[in-house]
């Protein structure tokens, strides 16, 4: 039996340092910086329609977040203020940004250092 999808108890969007503060019931507790949240937007326009389809989404360091909108039960809508604002943050989606965030972190940081020109 698959464990219940992680549900928040609290979110607070935190303008002056930039993050989306997030407490789940099982006392995970993340600080998730807007930028990080903007480049792993859930958006077809992020991600694609598919596998291998992602965009890699390039200078977003000073993106703020406008609102938070709820979506039923499960979800929120982040409008930001570059006018990104498809996409769902699932409450699943939102716990596995926290939970990984090193890691998915890192392979965003990766792939753009990738793109830099080298220096011979």
């Known amino acids: 039996?698959?464990?219940p999808d992680p549900?928040?108890?609290?979110i607070k969007l935190?303008?002056?340092a930039r993050l989306l503060e997030v407490t789940f019931g099982d006392g995970s507790r993340f600080e998730l910086p807007f930028e990080y949240l903007r480049v792993h937007s859930p958006s077809a326009e992020v991600k694609g329609h598919g596998p291998g389809q992602e965009t890699l989404v390039l200078g977003k360091e000073a993106?703020?977040?406008r609102a938070i909108e709820p979506v039923g039960q499960y979800a929120v809508k982040l409008v930001f203020d570059d006018g990104h604002d498809t996409g769902l943050y699932t409450w699943k989606y939102l716990y596995e940004?926290?939970?990984d965030r090193e890691k998915k972190w890192?392979?965003?940081?990766?792939?753009v250092q990738a793109l830099a020109p080298?220096?011979?």
């Open 14 to 16: 935190r303008r002056a």
């Open 7 to 10: 549900v928040p108890l609290e």
């Open 106 to 111: 890192s392979d965003y940081r990766a792939r």
């Open 1 to 3: 039996m698959a464990p």
């Open 63 to 65: 993106v703020g977040v």
């Open 97 to 99: 940004l926290g939970r």
């Open 118 to 120: 080298s220096k011979s």
